[in-house]
């Protein structure tokens, strides 16, 4: 860094070439409604140069190019940045996270690395024993909510002192509720989003989803990575219950209800994976999938609930790195203008913020940190996120806008999205600490809970005989005690053995996890597996959430009628043996 001149270049020119249609841009497109007050949508393109910004001083877009025109370069560069830190303080961490921390950006701390880089955001980071996702999470920043609202305090407060501290600092995870669960303990855990496709009610999809908005409000996080948008055309592992489900029309109703009811709570959601990870069974936590599809099929089969996030009006989209070889051929998403400018800009209408998917993923290392980071800001991303080493990815940005294989307007466009998104996430107070898990809260995640058991085989809502023996595959101890406990509590008698077995599978189970003595079988995740099971009556849940166990103990004492319906096909299975 020694090299880098600090000297500052104003970026008004630049910006206010973007000012007329950022302020226009609030009012929708001609084919897409006016996003909702607070939504995100901004759209930028060329306009007269020296103009100067105009318009309401209190709209978040004007607030945005003012204060873009007077960042200087090394402002600009970190505006666009939103890596990961070790530790779970900002100023205080262990030695093996400051070890961590000097490996990724050369500082010992979060704050530190927020000071140096004068990063736009930060992502917290943690990961479950059944997260797909955990081979890119090198750390956690998670411990429970209070130490996760001193800490988003802590990383404010590091921002506040930036030159862009008027804008607030963006704070992200990824609380999809599932398998991909970031915080967990002491707050309200909803359902998976395939549990939210079984029960097909957007309106419990949307009340779910505010209670769980206002809680991470109230920790200080701002950004959420979800919902996922990704339809499950194939039977993905890593997608797999995080999706709404197979059908297009009906997945864009859920993410449509989940986009409002998240950015109703004051953060912002993010439709992910463009242009639609579920069209490929592959894995980009490990290679590049490919999405072998034609255009007209990833435009009728994976784009509606993109679509449908974006009327919504979903602050951003994640970018994913999935080769469409029917678009850009060869190309990730992530750094393909033709996906992210022609077709999610141009085509699909969106106008807000657009996020990289972890650049520490194996499609993202095939470029050094630098390089990657330009590239995927020159195809259309905004926000640059998890980079491999946050000094590259600052130097190589820094080098490319000066030497100009990065234009000006480019990044100011960027960084101009990312503060109007800002301004925009702070119209609305947080709620306070002590909304966390409140019992309206839960019941929300009850009702959409609730609503997603579902009968595969067998009598629809008859009881089980009892006592009842709880058993599942291994490593699920939790789980079997919170469906033991709730079968108690719903006058069913539960023993450790000899009783009629009601046996739980969950994520990556297969048939080998399968008993073959068992009167119920339950999945606890995608369903597929319950094709061969042998037993005469057949659940789902598609969650292991203590509301999806209270539901299924209400299925299961003859007190609930099951109404979900499969949002996937199982093998000679109906989607539910209930009629309508």
């Known amino acids: 860094m020694g090299d880098v001149s600090i000297r500052p270049r104003r970026a008004s020119v630049a910006v206010a070439a973007l000012t007329a249609l950022l302020v226009s841009g609030c009012s929708g497109s001609p084919d897409r409604?006016?996003?909702?007050?607070?939504?995100?949508?901004?759209?930028?393109?060329?306009?007269?140069?020296?103009?100067?910004?105009?318009?309401?001083?209190?709209?978040?877009?004007?607030?945005?190019?003012?204060?873009?025109?007077?960042?200087?370069?090394?402002?600009?560069?970190g505006q666009v940045l939103m890596p990961y830190a070790y530790g779970d303080s900002a100023t205080k961490v262990s030695p093996g996270s400051a070890a961590g921390n000097r490996a990724l950006a050369g500082v010992d701390t979060p704050a530190e690395m927020i000071a140096k880089y004068r990063l736009g955001g930060l992502i917290l980071v943690g990961f479950s024993a059944d997260d797909p996702t955990k081979g890119n999470q090198e750390t956690s920043n998670v411990d429970n909510p209070k130490q996760v609202h001193e800490l988003t305090g802590g990383l404010r407060a590091a921002a506040?002192?930036?030159?862009?501290?008027?804008?607030?600092?963006?704070?992200?995870?990824?609380?999809?509720?599932?398998?991909?669960?970031?915080?967990?303990?002491?707050?309200?855990?909803?359902?998976s989003a395939l549990a939210a496709g079984a029960a097909g009610n957007p309106a419990l999809t949307e009340a779910a989803w505010r209670a769980a908005g206002t809680e991470l409000a109230a920790m200080g996080i701002n950004v959420d990575f979800a919902p996922v948008a990704d339809v499950l055309a194939t039977r993905s592992a890593v997608i797999g219950s995080r999706s709404y489900g197979a059908d297009p029309k009906q997945a864009a109703a859920q993410v449509g209800g989940a986009v409002r009811g998240l950015q109703a709570a004051g953060v912002a959601a993010t439709l992910k994976h463009f242009p639609g990870h579920g069209h490929s069974a592959d894995d980009s936590h490990q290679d590049l999938p490919v999405l072998s599809q034609s255009a007209a099929a990833l435009q009728s089969g994976a784009w509606p609930p993109f679509t449908a996030g974006i009327d919504a009006?979903?602050?951003?989209?994640?970018?994913?790195?999935?080769?469409?070889?029917?678009?850009?051929?060869?190309?990730?998403?992530?750094?393909?203008?033709?996906?992210?400018?022609?077709?999610?800009?141009?085509q699909l209408g969106f106008k807000g913020v657009v996020i990289t998917d972890g650049?520490?993923?194996?499609?993202?290392?095939?470029?050094?940190?630098?390089?990657?980071?330009?590239?995927a800001l020159n195809?259309?991303?905004?926000?640059?996120?998890?980079?491999?080493?946050?000094?590259?990815?600052?130097?190589?940005?820094?080098?490319?806008?000066?030497?100009?294989?990065?234009?000006?307007?480019?990044?100011?466009?960027?960084?101009?999205?990312?503060?109007?998104?800002?301004?925009?996430?702070?119209?609305?107070?947080?709620?306070?600490?002590?909304?966390?898990?409140?019992?309206?809260?839960?019941?929300?995640?009850?009702?959409?809970a609730a609503g997603a058991v579902t009968v595969l085989k067998g009598a629809c809502g008859g009881a089980v005989r009892g006592p009842v023996t709880v058993t599942s595959s291994g490593g699920r101890d939790g789980t079997r005690a919170a469906l033991t406990a709730a079968?108690?509590?719903?006058?069913?008698?539960?023993?450790?053995?000899?009783?009629?077995?009601?046996?739980?599978?969950?994520?990556?189970?297969?048939?080998?996890?399968?008993?073959?003595?068992?009167?119920?079988t339950v999945a606890m995740d995608t369903p597929y597996v319950l094709a061969t099971a042998a037993s005469p009556t057949l659940l789902a849940t598609y969650s292991s959430s203590r509301a999806s166990m209270t539901a299924l103990a209400a299925v299961l004492a003859g007190k609930a009628r099951p109404g979900g319906r499969s949002p996937v096909a199982v093998p000679g299975l109906p989607a539910t043996t209930c009629a309508a």
């Open 487 to 520: 079968l108690t509590a719903a006058g069913v008698p539960v023993k450790p053995s000899g009783g009629t077995v009601v046996h739980l599978v969950g994520y990556g189970d297969g048939t080998g996890d399968l008993r073959a003595d068992a009167a119920v």
């Open 359 to 375: 650049m520490n993923m194996p499609p993202a290392k095939r470029w050094a940190p630098g390089e990657a980071a330009v590239r």
């Open 33 to 77: 409604p006016a996003p909702t007050p607070g939504s995100g949508g901004t759209s930028a393109g060329p306009s007269a140069p020296g103009a100067t910004p105009a318009g309401d001083p209190a709209d978040p877009a004007v607030r945005a190019a003012a204060l873009v025109a007077t960042l200087p370069d090394e402002d600009l560069v």
């Open 379 to 448: 195809a259309g991303n905004d926000l640059i996120l998890m980079t491999p080493n946050v000094g590259q990815a600052y130097d190589g940005l820094l080098a490319a806008l000066r030497g100009g294989s990065l234009a000006r307007p480019r990044l100011v466009e960027a960084v101009t999205r990312v503060l109007t998104m800002k301004f925009r996430l702070a119209a609305l107070p947080p709620a306070q600490m002590s909304t966390l898990n409140a019992p309206a809260h839960r019941a929300a995640a009850d009702a959409l």
């Open 160 to 191: 506040g002192r930036l030159a862009a501290g008027p804008a607030p600092f963006l704070i992200g995870t990824d609380q999809e509720y599932g398998v991909v669960t970031r915080v967990t303990d002491g707050v309200t855990v909803l359902p």
């Open 313 to 346: 009006g979903a602050m951003a989209v994640m970018s994913g790195h999935l080769d469409a070889r029917a678009i850009d051929p060869g190309t990730p998403a992530t750094f393909s203008h033709k996906l992210l400018t022609d077709v999610l800009r141009g």
